[in-house]
């Protein structure tokens, strides 16, 4: 189920940015909602900003609508990523790694209210219904060739941008069932 926590009034959307924050380097997926095309990157904080700015600047250009989708973890009641063997240091670790990443998520928000650009805030998507895993990779995740199934993508993903992939197809209404 998702979740919208919307910063302002939406128009017909042209084109979805999905965005799965990482303290490395940021998933991000273009999915145009006409032809269903799919462009997958990965992107350094600092490179993800100048996307952003670059496709809005693009989208006055072609008089087109850019609605930017943030996965926020955050949002989440909880967050626990915690096996019972984790030791302490591991847990504390697993913590911090998880805060940093939401902060990022935090900041992309921020920089998009800031410029005012239309984004909103979504919660993680489930990677287990009743217990079964909805995807074959690790921990639950999507494989690459799950998504090109789905969407038909191309070329090398890895799992953030696998992540922003959905988040921008789930929240444009595609189908996540084999083409």
């Known amino acids: 189920m998702i979740q919208r926590i919307v910063t302002k009034q939406l128009k017909r959307v042209d084109a979805v940015i999905g965005i799965d924050p990482d303290v490395e380097k940021n998933g991000v997926a273009y999915l145009d909602c006409k032809t ?8 350094a904080f600092p490179d993800l900003l100048d996307y952003i700015r670059y496709a809005m600047r693009r989208a006055e250009v072609t008089q087109k609508n850019i609605h930017i989708v943030i996965e926020a973890g955050w949002l989440n009641k909880s967050n626990w990523h915690l096996n019972p063997r984790d030791t302490k240091q591991i847990a504390a670790a697993k913590g911090n790694a998880a805060g940093r990443n939401h902060e990022v998520g935090r900041k992309i928000a921020e920089m998009c209210e800031h410029w005012n650009v239309s984004h909103e805030l979504m919660k993680p998507l489930a990677l287990k219904i009743g217990g079964v895993h ?23 993903t890895n799992q953030e941008g696998r992540d922003a992939a959905l988040i921008a197809w789930i929240w444009a209404g595609f189908s996540v069932k084999s083409m």
């Open 36 to 43: 269903k095309k799919l462009e997958v990157s990965s992107l």
């Open 134 to 156: 909805l995807w074959k990779g690790k921990d639950g995740k999507i494989t690459h060739e799950e998504l090109a199934k789905i969407t038909g993508v191309t070329g090398k």
